[in-house]
């Protein structure tokens, strides 16, 4: 006998997870294709969890500024969706398909405002000019990145018995993976941010005047931390571990290309990885068992554009 159709909650919560990989699915192609070699909770999660980042994301640049809507407009729709992102975690439930999702997942994997609000701190600061001084940046980057990367740890380790250790390292190595795929997407982005945003996240860097020793300087930055998350890419558990290798190879790739691009040509191009070079990458780390991933480049300063 097949199982009854879910009813009243537990179809809302399959429909408000369902409309959180429609969101994945519409506006991922990296983080999308490496979620699809996780186990089907953890891409769950993962799932929940994009959908939401994507959705603060899109108040702050994109569909609410195309609809018309001032600074002072998206800061209250912003401001919104983090009291309800709370609440919902809180009590279990929201009107909003999307946060519902990410509050299922909030709390079945144990995290709360300690990571949210500094996530939605870092989203509000872009509503504001930007241009950081070094603890700026280094708040910024904790929240728009490394928080989001803590989230997805929560997701990979729940169930596991708490190791303090063990968990201290592999905290560590999301912060860095994080930091590097920020990183990694403000030099791919330089473009836009000079030119439409009027941005400027490194400090002391002038992206006017942008040339190749800064940009092989942020480079080795990024491949620092690459280095740093690679360490403990092959303790992860085995539901995610080749998805995490996988997103660390795509945005090393990445930042293999971006020193490979003239650092003139980053003020008007977006560099990205072909399609086909994702999809060897993806089937690599499925075949791969995911060991310590090395830096891209071991002596980064020393490759020419």
Not at 142 to 161: H, N, T
Request: proline share 4%.
């Amino acid at each position: 006998m097949s199982a009854a159709a879910p009813t009243g909650l537990a179809l809302y919560d399959r429909t408000a997870r369902q409309s959180a990989a429609q969101v994945i699915s519409r506006y991922s192609t990296s983080f999308g294709l490496a979620s699809r070699l996780c186990s089907p909770a953890i891409r769950t999660h993962l799932a929940d969890l994009y959908a939401l980042v994507r959705i603060a994301d899109e108040i702050v640049d994109g569909p609410a500024a195309e609809a018309g809507l001032d600074v002072a407009e998206r800061r209250e729709l912003l401001d919104a969706l983090e009291a309800e992102t709370e609440a919902a975690t809180a009590r279990g439930y929201s009107s909003n398909l999307v946060v519902h999702a990410f509050a299922q997942t909030a709390r079945s994997t144990g995290f709360g405002p300690e990571l949210t609000r500094p996530f939605f701190a870092s989203m509000r600061r872009d509503l504001d000019q930007v241009s950081f001084d070094e603890a700026e940046l280094r708040d910024y980057v904790y929240g728009s990145a490394e928080v989001v990367g803590l989230m997805c740890l929560r997701a990979f380790s729940e169930g596991l018995p708490a190791d303090a250790e063990r968990d201290a390292r592999w905290q560590r190595g999301a912060r860095h993976l994080g930091a590097a795929f920020q990183k990694v997407n403000f030099l791919r982005d330089l473009a836009d941010d000079v030119g439409a945003l009027d941005r400027r996240y490194f400090p002391g860097v002038d992206p006017r005047h942008f040339g190749e020793a800064e940009k092989h300087r942020l480079l080795d930055d990024i491949d620092r931390d690459l280095a740093i998350a690679g360490e403990v890419v092959g303790e992860l558990p085995g539901g995610c571990r080749r998805a995490v290798a996988a997103a660390h190879a795509l945005f090393s790739a990445l930042a293999e290309r971006l020193r490979r691009t003239p650092a003139d040509e980053l003020l008007t191009t977006r560099v990205s990885v072909p399609t086909t070079r994702k999809l060897l990458l993806l089937v690599r780390a499925a075949a791969s068992r995911a060991h310590p991933v090395a830096p891209a480049h071991a002596h980064a300063h020393e490759v020419t554009a």
